[in-house]
């Protein structure tokens, strides 16, 4: 590593922690030639991974784009950036995890619709009327009926045992 002061290779790690629920390491260093510090990050290189789209096109996946499909779902919602952001991690670790170079766009609109329907349900009936196309009223009507139809997936919380 070499300082972006001084330009020397010499240099020592103060601190390392872990970011991005493990996936990466932020280490803080220092200088042993001019005493400056100054932060790196590392993270796993992923493969990588491209979306096959509606249309036939190939291109690599890009989780900024899943991510602010999200946000802009989510637009004046009480849904905190650092939950989406997580989402997209956990979207592209599910999607690296079962598929191997190539995942179709419906697998990851899927994926993004039910994370959604788990953190806010407005939010995902206006990523699914994107997702999805819809172009009539009707449509949004018989997505929050199915939407009142199937609860959100647990979070890994206990049920309760004993409903009122």
Known sequence: ?????????EDKVIDSRPVNHAAGIRRR???????????TYEEIERIDTRVIKRDG??????????????????????????DLE??????????????????PSRVIGVKAMEKLHELDPVAYVRYASVYRRFEEVGEFIDEIKQLSRKPPKSNGAQQELFPI
Not at 86 to 103: C, F, G, N, Q
């Open 1 to 9: 590593m070499r300082c972006p002061k001084c330009n020397s290779s």
């Open 57 to 82: 096109r190939h291109e690599p996946f890009d989780r900024n784009k899943l991510l602010s499909g999200m946000v802009g779902a989510c637009k004046k919602r009480p849904v905190k950036l650092a």
């Open 29 to 39: 260093r220092v200088c042993l030639k001019c005493g400056f510090r100054f932060t």
């Open 86 to 103: 997580r989402l997209a991690d956990e979207i592209l670790a599910e999607v690296e995890a079962t598929h191997d170079r190539e995942v």
